[in-house]
C-alpha cells in the first residue's frame, strides 16, 4: 500500500515535471518569437520593391548559382556564379506553413505575405471561415498616397498577384478576382492576362470595359507597352504572347524579341515614378510551374529571368540609395528539388543542363502531334529519339555522337524507363489508367517528358521529390532601407509585420 502510494506520488511528481517543462519549453519559443525584428524607426522608404519568386527556395536559387558557375569556369575551377538578390547585404530565412500545412500553397502563403494572417490553402486574404477580409499591405500604402504596382509572369488573376489586390473564398474565382483587380484604385498591372474575362461561362461584362470605366488605360501590344511613361495614368499592360494559362512563354521558349518579365519591371517603374513613392510586387510564377513538372533547365532559366527583373530595381536603386528597399523572397518551395541523386553519388554535371533547347511543355506538342498522327500498332520510340536528341542532347549508343559526349548516352536502364514511359505516352490522356507506381513516375504530366527531365537533371545530379510544394523554409533577401530587420529567422507572417514597421502604417 505505502509502496503503490509512493509511486503514484512519483508518477504525479514527473507528471508535474513533464508538464512544467512543456510549458518552459512554450514560453522559450514565445519568447523567441519576440525576439524576431519587427521594429524600424529609421527612414520610411518611398519606393519598395517585393519580388517573389514563386516555388523558389534554396534549391532553385542554389541551382541557378551552380548552372551559372559551370559555364562561367566549365571543368577548370568549381564556382558558383551569384544571382543578382544573392549579393543583398541582409538574407533572412522564413517558414512558410499555413492554418492546417507544412506544406502550403500560393494563396494562403501570400496571403501571409500581403496581410500577416494565417489562412487556408485556396483562400485569398480571407479568414479560415472564409467570411472576414484582410486588407493587404498594398491597401494600406495606398491609403498613404504611394502609387501600387502588381507584376507577374503568370495570369494577372493568379494566386500570388490576387492576394496583393483581391479578397476572395477561392483562388478559383478568376472572374471576381479579376474584376477586382479593374475595379482598384492601384496604378499599374503588368505581365499576364486574364483566365475568364468574361466569367467561366464566358457570358459576364469583359473584365477590361470594367477597367477601363474605371479609368485604366489597357495596353497589349509591344510597342504599345514599350511606350508606358510617367504619364500614361493608370495601366493595365498585358503581353502580347500568352500560353495556354494566359501566362508569359516559358524562359526557355521565348522568343528572343518577346517581352520579358524584366521589361515589364522596368515599365512598371516608368509609370509608377513619382515623388510620393510606389510599392511593386512582382512575381516571377513560371519558377513553380517548371518545378511542378520536376523540369530543371525551365526552373533555372526562369530563376534567371527573374534575378533579372531584379536588376531593374537594383539600377532604380543606384539612382535612389536613399529612398528605397528591395525584398526578394519565395512563396513556398516547389517539386523537392535538390542539388544530389542517388545516382550520381557526389559528383553534378550541370553542363548536361546546358543541352536541354525547350521547356517540357514545348516538347509536349511534339508528343501530341506525334500520337495523332501515328497509329498505336505503328508508334515506336526510335521515331522521336532525333528530337529528344535536339531538345534534350540525351542519345542512345547507337548514336553518331555517343563516343565522344558519352555523358549524355542513355544507360539501358533509362532507356527501358523511357520505353515504359513512351507505351504510357501514346494512350491518350483521358484513356490513361496509371498504377500507382506509374503516379509516382509521371504524376500528371505527359510521361514522356517528365522522364525525360528526370533523366537529364538525374544525370546532372539533380532530385526531385514530388510534382507538388514541400515544407522548405526560404530565403529572405533584404536590401536599402530597413534591410536590416530581414536578419534572423522568422514566420512568413512577419514579413507583413515588418513591411508596416517600416512604411509605418497603422493597422486599423
Ligand atoms: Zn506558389
Partial sequence: MFTSKKRLIAVILSIAVILTTGFMMLTASASDENQVKNNYSGKTPKYVFLFIGDGMSYPQIYSSEIFLGKKLYGDSKIGTSKLSFSTFPVEGTCATFDAETFIPDSASTATSISTGNKTLGGIINMDTERKTSFKTITEYVKEKGYKVGVITSVSLDHATPAAFYAHQPSRNNYYDISVELAKSNFDFFGGGGFKQPKGSKGDQTDVIEIAKQ????????????????????????????????????????????????????????????????????????KIDWACHANDAAASIKDTLA??????????????????????????????????????????????KIGYQKKSFLEFDKEIAQYRENTPASEAKLTDLLPSIKESFGLITSEDADASKNEGMVLSD????????????????????????????????????????????????????????????????????????????????????????????????
Avoid at 331 to 338: F, I, Q, V, Y
Avoid at 415 to 429: H, R, S, V
Avoid at 479 to 489: M, P
Fill in 214 to 285: 474605371n479609368g485604366f488605360k489597357y495596353v497589349n501590344t509591344k510597342e504599345g507597352i514599350l511606350s508606358l511613361n510617367s504619364e500614361s495614368g493608370r495601366v493595365i499592360a498585358v503581353n502580347p504572347v500568352l500560353d495556354r494559362d494566359k501566362a508569359l512563354a516559358y524562359e526557355i521558349d521565348r522568343a528572343s524579341d518577346d517581352l520579358s518579365l524584366s521589361d515589364f519591371v522596368k515599365k512598371g517603374i516608368d509609370v509608377l515614378y513619382n515623388p510620393k513613392g510606389f510599392f511593386m510586387m512582382v512575381e516571377g510564377g
Fill in 306 to 351: 527573374f534575378s533579372k527583373s531584379v536588376d531593374q530595381a537594383l539600377q532604380f536603386y543606384e539612382k535612389h540609395p536613399d529612398d528605397t528597399l528591395i525584398i526578394v523572397t519565395g512563396d513556398h518551395e516547389t517539386g523537392g528539388m535538390t542539388i544530389g541523386f542517388a545516382g550520381t553519388a557526389y559528383e553534378t554535371f550541370f553542363n
Fill in 413 to 508: 536502364y533509362e532507356l527501358e524507363t523511357l520505353k515504359g514511359a513512351f507505351e504510357q505516352t501514346m494512350i491518350p490522356a483521358k484513356e490513361r489508367k496509371l498504377s500507382e507506381r506509374e503516379s509516382i513516375l509521371y504524376g500528371t504530366y505527359e510521361p514522356l517528358s517528365v522522364t525525360i527531365t528526370h533523366i537529364l537533371n538525374n544525370k546532372s545530379g539533380i532530385g526531385w521529390t514530388t510534382y507538388s510544394h514541400t515544407g522548405l523554409p526560404l530565403p529572405v533577401f533584404a536590401k536599402g532601407l530597413g534591410q536590416e530587420i530581414f536578419n534572423g529567422y522568422y514566420d512568413n507572417t512577419d514579413l507583413f509585420k515588418k513591411m508596416v514597421s517600416i512604411l509605418k502604417i497603422d493597422i486599423k
